[in-house]
């Protein structure tokens, strides 16, 4: 069974940094991608950024420059470093896992392609 597991979360004020952290365990292919996708109060769920088993990368317009993802290498783990952060970042984030989706062009913000999901870290921004 796969288990997706979220860390890092927390407060911050407008233009401060966070990193979250995520780690998969259980699962056994070679190939996959790893998302972060965020939700506020009221709104869909949206991605935000991914990045797949062979290091190709994807991000949202709106966090381009100033969040980056990246993965261990040895481990299906994933981090997000959220810089320069604003108040309409503030969301709940979480982290998925997909076995088909690959971010080659940096087209694998879907959600629909994410099959393993974890349960989300609050991120609040304050102006």
């Known amino acids: 069974q796969v288990q997706v597991v979220e860390s890092g979360g927390g407060s911050v004020q407008a233009g401060g940094s966070l990193r979250l952290s995520c780690a998969a365990s259980?699962?056994?292919?070679?190939?996959?991608?790893i998302g972060w996708f965020r939700q506020a109060p009221g709104e869909g769920r949206e991605g935000v950024a991914g990045?797949?088993?062979?290091?190709?990368?994807g991000y949202a317009d709106s966090v381009k420059g100033r969040f980056t993802i990246g993965k261990d290498n040895a481990e299906i783990t994933a981090s997000l470093q959220m810089d320069s952060l604003k108040p309409e970042d503030t969301a709940m984030y979480y982290c998925?896992?997909?076995?088909?989706?690959?971010?080659?062009?940096?087209?694998?913000?879907?959600?629909?392609?994410?099959?393993?999901w974890g349960q989300g870290t609050q991120v609040t921004v304050s102006s």
């Open positions: 998925a896992v997909s076995s088909w989706a690959n971010c080659s062009g940096g087209y694998c913000l879907t959600q629909y392609e994410y099959n393993y």
């Open positions: 990045i797949d088993s062979d290091g190709n990368r």
């Open positions: 259980g699962y056994t292919y070679s190939n996959y991608a």
